[in-house]
């Protein structure tokens, strides 16, 4: 009996036959606007189930139309994307921001309400308490750190209780690692729906990519990434990503399809590409993390560490992490004793680690979040969700640890 393949394994083959592509072992870049039909009655067919009018039949393949609608290197790539979250489909964007706002677009309309997890991506945010704000969507912010109970009563207080659409939330959380309970939310989620409104959870997975967990195991209907991240991991392209089952996929593609913000072909091969080495980066990366959260946590000059790592066994999110996560990641943050003068003296005085936004790169990246990533976020928000002056944020690349460490000893010594 043949055994079943790990994705890791499938990333090189799945969803793609060399004998349609002249033997080619890796799949072409399919560099067309347009494909043509072989009959009428062909295309009509691949435009019904495009444009939602028809499920597709057993065993019935989507048929190839118009690259805004679908083409074979975003075919394949979606293919194996849902491998890793076991998902029924996938979805892929030109970014991470546009699968994000297709989604909120897609689930919320003016009147409802939306809650949400803090911190969230700085982009994120502004989204909600600004666009959507706009256009007439409430929402509440929650902490990593409040009951079931203290959330359920944030929501009746509000006085949107039976407008309450969505729960959407990052976790880890950018930029401070801390911890949301999926399970816990899908429960309010489910308490809050009824026959006639479902109230769906989505989760945003950026941090951890689809190798260190797998939130529609515990419970979230729709999984995002910001595919520039981990799953690019190159820093030389922008992308992102929607999973979930065929009824919300359904929903999500169908309005992608209008909005038309799809990820190029160009794009989709080069996810591809970086597909083939993610679990072997990504591994290398906590590997390093481990190294230098180990080197920071007692440094004299650090007053905080934000690793997942590190979390102590009585902490109430150590439950949440041994539940939803299977590595500690490669994200780090951490406060430098002082002020904004502090973490900016260590920043400049990094040589190997590049100052730059994003994350999940081969390349190890620094940057401070408060002046930075959530630049738009109120001080008040700032001070609550502790983005302080002294916080800075490292994502660990694959570069030899030793050298890493090296490099942040010297940028401390430039503080001193």
């Known amino acids: 009996m043949k055994s079943k393949l790990q994705p890791e394994s499938l990333m090189m083959t799945h969803g793609y036959k060399p004998e349609l592509s002249e033997g080619a072992v ?21 435009f019904e189930v495009a444009y939602g009018l028809r499920e597709k039949e057993a065993g019935e393949e989507t048929g190839l139309i118009y690259s805004r609608i679908n083409n074979p290197n975003l075919e394949i790539l979606e293919d194996r994307l849902c491998l890793w979250d076991k998902a029924d489909q996938c979805a892929v964007f030109e970014s991470g921001m546009s699968a994000i706002s297709t989604v909120l677009l897609e689930f919320l309309k003016p009147g409802d309400l939306l809650l949400y997890s803090m911190p969230v991506y700085g982009g994120t945010d502004h989204f909600i308490n600004y666009f959507l704000k706009s256009i007439g969507v409430e929402s509440i912010g929650f902490r990593p750190n409040q009951s079931k109970k203290e959330i359920t009563a944030q929501i009746e207080a509000s006085g949107f209780t039976s407008k309450l659409a969505m729960i959407y939330i990052e976790t880890p959380a950018n930029p401070t690692n801390e911890l949301i309970d999926i399970s816990l939310c899908k429960t309010i989620a489910e308490h809050y729906s009824t026959k006639d409104k479902k109230v769906y959870l989505a989760v945003d997975n950026t941090y951890m990519g689809p190798i260190w967990s797998h939130p529609l195991a515990h419970g979230a209907d729709l999984v995002m990434y910001s595919a520039t991240k981990y799953i690019g991991g190159h820093s030389d392209l922008i992308a992102g990503a929607v999973l979930g089952n065929n009824e919300v996929m359904q929903r999500i593609k169908v309005l992608r399809t209008f909005l038309g913000n799809m990820a190029s072909p160009n794009t989709c091969w080069l996810l591809m590409r970086s597909l083939e080495t993610l679990k072997v980066r990504m591994e290398q990366q906590a590997r390093n993390a481990h190294e230098i959260a180990r080197f920071l946590k007692d440094h004299p000059q650090v007053s905080n560490l934000y690793y997942l790592g590190t979390i102590n066994s009585s902490d109430p999110s150590f439950k949440i992490y041994q539940k939803q996560y299977s590595s500690a990641g490669a994200m780090i943050a951490f406060e430098i004793k002082g002020t904004e003068r502090e973490a900016f003296l260590f920043l400049n005085n990094l040589k190997l680690i590049k100052l730059a936004v994003s994350l999940g790169s081969t390349e190890s990246l620094v940057q401070h979040p408060a002046t930075m990533t959530h630049a738009g976020v109120s001080p008040e928000l700032k001070k609550a969700i502790g983005i302080t002056e002294g916080l800075i944020r490292i994502s660990i690349g694959v570069e030899n640890h030793a050298d890493l460490i090296a490099d942040i000893t010297a940028a401390f010594h430039a503080v001193k």
């Open 26 to 46: 890796k799949p072409p870049i399919f560099q067309t606007s347009t494909f043509a039909f072989k009959t009428a009655e062909e295309g009509k067919s691949f």
